[in-house]
């Protein structure tokens, strides 16, 4: 009886010792995610569909090709409005030299209607809500607060993205780093790091 109970106790223990080794070779390989930090600042492109006022859907793919500031705002967000004829501004200039502004409201379609009538657009407005944040969170993206602009190079690149408000300063480095990259002068790793600068 004690022999079976020590061949017991001694199969046990094999038993034991053998996951404990499976267990820490599984470990050793574990480390090999914790070197992507680097990977990560290359982020995807934002991929999606959102109504604009009107209800019509839009995707993303409709303004491929072009240097994209995609601006999620809020009419409830002073900072927001603040930027908003900035945008216009930019928008108006830079148009024809291939940038595309793009707002994205995290807000309710009547308000955002609303306050379009006055605010005059002159760049695409749409309209998501929570979609709009899982946008930014499908590419990488932290979200945490309003303002929030992506910036995407003509090639479809998530370069970086900036919280809070833009500032004239800001917008001139964007036009900046994207036109460079167009061109070749920098790579988008220099411009990924530039933008980051904001």
Request: net charge negative; with cysteine; aromatic share 10%.
């Amino acid at each position: 009886m004690s022999r079976m109970f020590l061949i017991s106790a001694a199969t046990i223990v094999v038993l034991m010792a053998g996951a404990l080794f499976y267990t820490t070779q599984i470990s050793v390989e574990v480390p090999m995610p914790i070197e992507q930090p680097q990977a990560l600042e290359v982020l995807t492109h934002p991929a999606f569909t959102l109504p604009d006022i009107a209800g019509v859907d839009h995707n993303f793919s409709e303004w491929s090709g072009k240097n994209r500031i995609l601006n999620f705002w809020a009419t409830w967000c002073a900072p927001c409005r603040r930027e908003i004829p900035l945008l216009k501004a930019f928008q108006a200039k830079q148009g024809d030299n291939e940038f595309q502004v793009i707002g994205i409201a995290v807000d309710f379609p009547e308000p955002v209607a609303n306050y379009a009538e006055t605010a005059e657009f002159n760049y695409p407005i749409l309209v998501g809500q929570q979609d709009a944040m899982a946008i930014a969170e499908s590419s990488g993206v932290e979200f945490v607060g309003l303002p929030f602009t992506m910036f995407v190079a003509s090639d479809g690149e998530l370069l970086s993205s900036y919280i809070g408000e833009l500032h004239q300063s800001h917008l001139d480095t964007i036009f900046d780093v994207m036109t460079r990259l167009d061109r070749t002068e920098i790579t988008s790793a220099e411009a990924r790091s530039a933008l980051n600068q904001l």
